[in-house]
């Protein structure tokens, strides 16, 4: 029995449910969109499935890496348009290195055969996700912020969030092991289709904040279906700041502006509370509503964000308050 917490509860799971029926699951409340659901360990015949390419990649993620234990192997389509394209590459690079190469491609459809993985040894790089705040920090504040390990020419998508920072002035330096990120002397703001790197928008939404002209976010629809509406919820809370945001269909707009302290409701969504702690560094008096939500993926995230406001104040000659 398969349950979650009251964000993954409101996750609609309907596409993924009917996808591993077609493949001869048995799902208990095989009619249901959401969980709890109930799935019994039977294996899986395997076959062919179309899903939506719209939604999130984490279903198409999900059945690729259990599709060699498939009697049949798998064939996926998508219908487009495909979303969130970096991460499908991430999960077929990474089975490919233990042994199980996905056919095909996004547009013309994967196929997975039944096979076995085999154990390697495998370094896992840094979470370019979670390393995003912190080089928006950097753009924010002025400072360096350098994560060694990530690698210039990793398959994670979210480094597209440095392309975009580099287009608001950031500078970027990339080498074959780390990534550096300094605060460049301007913050213009940036037209940009982010349906790629999506965990990126609501952090782009904070750093527009302080932008010298409007930020439009376009290609993110699928993202009200996350955690939280993030879409409705980032807006909600930027003009509980006193911002103007506006939404769209399929994306928001962000007009500089000067936050005034208050408590920011996070919806018990860790890029909320990370995100929203961007303001911080630069308005005092921004609080986080249920900041211990950031645990999901980040539990030290705090630690780490006080950590770096002391070096910097050392460096600086004087020391923040925690």
Same mark, same amino acid.
């Given at each position: 029995?398969?349950?979650?917490?009251?964000?993954?509860?409101?996750?609609?799971?309907?596409?993924?449910?009917?996808?591993?029926?077609?493949?001869?699951?048995?799902?208990?409340?095989?009619?249901?969109? /959401?969980?709890?659901?109930?799935? $019994?360990?039977?294996?899986?015949?395997?076959?062919?499935?179309? $899903?939506?390419?719209?939604?999130?990649?984490?279903?198409?993620?999900?059945?690729?890496?259990?599709?060699? =234990?498939?009697?049949?192997?798998? /064939?996926?389509?998508?219908?487009?348009?495909?979303?969130?394209?970096?991460?499908?590459?991430?999960?077929?690079?990474?089975? %490919?290195?233990?042994? &199980?190469?996905?056919?095909? %491609?996004?547009?013309?459809?994967?196929?997975?055969?039944?096979? &076995?993985?085999?154990?390697?040894?495998?370094?896992?790089?840094?979470?370019?996700? =979670?390393?995003?705040?912190?080089?928006?920090?950097?753009?924010?504040?002025?400072?360096?912020?350098?994560?060694?390990?990530?690698?210039?020419?990793?398959?994670?998508?979210?480094?597209?969030?440095?392309?975009? $920072?580099?287009?608001?002035?950031?500078?970027?330096?990339?080498?074959?092991?780390?990534?550096?990120?300094?605060?460049?002397?301007?913050?213009?703001?940036?037209?940009?289709?982010?349906?790629?790197?999506?965990?990126?928008?609501?952090?782009?939404?904070?750093?527009?904040?302080?932008?010298?002209?409007?930020?439009?976010?376009?290609?993110?629809?699928?993202?009200?279906?996350?955690?939280?509406?993030?879409?409705?919820?980032?807006?909600?809370?930027?003009?509980?700041?006193?911002?103007?945001?506006?939404?769209?269909?399929?994306? $928001?707009?962000?007009?500089?502006? /000067?936050?005034?302290?208050?408590?920011?409701?996070?919806?018990?969504?860790?890029?909320?509370?990370?995100?929203?702690?961007?303001?911080?560094?630069?308005?005092?008096?921004?609080?986080?509503?249920?900041?211990?939500?950031?645990?999901?993926?980040?539990?030290?995230?705090?630690? =780490?964000?006080?950590?770096?406001?002391?070096?910097? =104040?050392?460096?600086?000659?004087?020391?923040?308050?925690?």
């Amino acid at each position: 029995r398969l349950d979650g917490a009251p964000p993954l509860r409101r996750r609609p799971m309907g596409p993924l449910v009917s996808a591993l029926t077609d493949l001869g699951a048995e799902v208990e409340e095989a009619g249901r969109d /959401h969980l709890p659901l109930t799935v $019994l360990g039977r294996g899986l015949a395997g076959g062919s499935v179309r $899903l939506p390419g719209s939604m999130s990649s984490q279903f198409v993620s999900g059945l690729l890496m259990s599709a060699p =234990a498939m009697a049949r192997g798998l /064939h996926v389509e998508l219908e487009p348009p495909v979303v969130s394209r970096p991460y499908l590459s991430l999960t077929t690079a990474t089975m %490919d290195a233990f042994g &199980v190469t996905a056919q095909g %491609d996004v547009d013309r459809g994967l196929t997975v055969p039944p096979g &076995v993985y085999r154990g390697r040894h495998f370094e896992i790089e840094p979470d370019a996700s =979670a390393a995003s705040y912190f080089f928006a920090a950097a753009a924010l504040c002025g400072g360096r912020v350098r994560v060694p390990g990530l690698s210039a020419t990793s398959a994670q998508g979210d480094l597209a969030f440095l392309d975009i $920072l580099a287009a608001m002035g950031a500078k970027v330096h990339r080498e074959a092991a780390a990534v550096e990120v300094t605060g460049g002397d301007e913050l213009p703001g940036v037209d940009v289709d982010m349906a790629d790197c999506s965990d990126m928008a609501q952090t782009l939404a904070a750093v527009a904040v302080f932008a010298s002209s409007p930020t439009r976010i376009r290609g993110i629809g699928f993202i009200r279906a996350k955690e939280t509406d993030r879409i409705t919820a980032v807006v909600t809370e930027l003009r509980r700041c006193g911002i103007e945001a506006e939404e769209e269909e399929d994306g $928001l707009v962000v007009r500089p502006g /000067h936050p005034r302290p208050t408590r920011v409701e996070t919806y018990d969504d860790h890029r909320m509370a990370m995100s929203f702690t961007l303001l911080g560094l630069r308005v005092p008096g921004i609080e986080i509503a249920d900041a211990e939500c950031v645990a999901k993926t980040f539990p030290g995230f705090f630690e =780490a964000i006080d950590g770096m406001r002391r070096r910097t =104040a050392r460096a600086a000659g004087s020391v923040p308050p925690s």
